[in-house]
């Protein structure tokens, strides 16, 4: 089982940045995959970055240049970095967890941003 624990979600203008932070704790896998997702009301969960534990991270094309994902392994955490923020990046963030030992995602955290 793993745990995750998001933070760093809010209210911000168009314009400004957050930095979402999400801590995994239990009995994961060394190798594995730590991804952002976000689901706006009436859409599909997509997937905004990911990054291995090893090897480079992955971005959607509507938040590249903008959005910065990175890793600090020794405290289990990943980090979200949004720059440059837009109405349209206004949803639920969810934090998941990708090994061998299943998937796990996190409660998920509101990120408004207002026009």
């Known amino acids: 089982q793993v745990q995750l624990v998001e933070s760093g979600g809010g209210l911000v203008q168009a314009g400004g940045s957050l930095r979402l932070s999400c801590t995994a704790s239990g009995s994961g896998s060394s190798i594995n995959i730590m991804d952002w997702y976000r689901q706006a009301p009436g859409n599909q969960r997509e997937l905004v970055a990911s990054?291995?534990?090893?090897?480079?991270?992955n971005y959607a094309d509507s938040v590249k240049g903008r959005f910065t994902i990175s890793r600090d392994s020794a405290k289990n955490t990943v980090y979200l970095q949004m720059n440059s923020l837009k109405p349209e990046d206004t949803a639920i963030y969810y934090c998941r967890y990708n090994s061998r030992a299943g998937a796990y995602w996190g409660q998920g955290t509101q990120v408004t941003v207002s026009s």
């Open positions: 990054i291995p534990s090893v090897g480079s991270p």
